[in-house]
């Protein structure tokens, strides 16, 4: 198994991509700790892969600090993060969108990746290493028209990916991410902009050149490679997951 004897702690692991990442992770033999702010579905995913569960809000540093805490307490050591937890607003006008999305999305997608970064790194080095992946997007790199301030989020994300990885090797932690077109979770309507019907699908299908949106098993087959030693070289990427969106 490709990530046997390694720690791993993903967010937003209740569903989606998360919950693929994570249940694709432990069948690598990966011992996981699924955190999510639905407490409920962590622990289910948690039952049923063998992991451990932790609640809580990724934009607050006591609920970061907690997850990576009790990660070492269960396991004895971290050596994967998944920064999965995300959020977005409906797909529209920008200038609609309202202070209260604004800084949810921000708090979600930006301010959570630095608070897990200053949580998790000094445990990784006293690991020996370790692998730091976020869950970015195509729209950090291909942005599409009425997802303004959530495009920039992941465009954010993607800058801290670069340089942090530049910072971090030092202590042997390689810092990535992963960019999926849209896919397949609970926020598809959200990113449409309307209703996820077979036609309004269509739209965005036709402007994927492999005809299909991504899916958590997609993405987590990236993780996987990322998080394994076969990848010890690999740093500093922002990988498309995207069936050739941003070719």
Known sequence: MRLQGKVALVT???SGFGEGIAREYAAQGA????????LEGARRVAGEIGGVAFGGDVSRAADIEAMVKGTVEAF??????VNNAGWT????DSLGVSEEEFDRVFDTNV??????ARAAHPVLVARGGGSFITISST?????R?????YNGTKGAVNVFTQSLAQEWARGNIRVNAVCPVMGVTGLT????????TPENRQRFLATIPLGRLSTPDDIANACVWLAEDSSSFITGVLLPVDGGRCA
């Open 111 to 116: 301010k959570s990746v630095f608070l897990m």
């Open 189 to 196: 309507s959200a990113f449409m902009g309307m209703e996820d």
């Open 145 to 149: 028209p009425g997802l303004t301030w």
């Open 12 to 14: 937003g692991a209740a």
């Open 31 to 38: 011992k996981v700790a699924v955190a999510d702010l639905n």
């Open 89 to 92: 607003y409906k797909n529209g």
């Open 139 to 143: 729209a950090g790199l291909r942005p």
């Open 76 to 81: 004895g050591g971290l050596d994967i993060v």
